[in-house]
């Protein structure tokens, strides 16, 4: 239903019109800019808005504006301002989704949220691994019966080598490897775990 249909005369006599009006043309805003809009028609010289009652009273000069002059220019006024309302609001959805994607973006720009990030990342690549690692020992089975406990251990240290590779992914492609004697603490580290882990590999005799 066109919003022009709502405006339901009520009252005509010669120069005066009462309208029944939409509760959304009541607001302040809306019912001063449909008065001022009103009174810059040429013949009317007074208008007035009820807001409480929902009523539109026009008074105007007949013989410089007749009524269907001023109904006509009445509905152009009221579709304007109904244009208008729409793009306000559409304006305001816009600025309120705008705003929370530059929280968002705040948010996910925080240290603190780039390093839970990242710290998220390792662990479910970490878990991504440790299930491809537990499909691999699954098909060992036979050691499994044999000896559970070394089965268990060498798994256990087979996600935490590739927890701390992933965690020093960086530094060892950017840092220790074009600078190697710069970083021998941390290469000799690598070394040794490389070491107990080839060591806890040996079957036992």
Known sequence: MAIQKQFVLRYRDEGHLRFEIPAQFCDVATANALSSALLAVEGVYRVQVYRSQQKLVIRYVETTCDFKTLAKQLFQIISDLEQKKQRDSQSLV?????????????????????????????????????????KVGLKKNKALVQDPEKAVIDFLNDVLVLFLIRMHWDHITKQWIPNPFKYRNEWAAVFYMLFLLMRSRKPKK
């Open 94 to 134: 816009t600025l309120a989704a705008k705003s929370k994607s530059n929280l968002k973006d705040k948010v996910k720009n925080l240290k603190i949220s780039k390093w839970f990030a990242e710290k998220y990342t390792d662990g479910k690549e970490t878990v991504q691994a440790a299930k491809i690692l537990t």
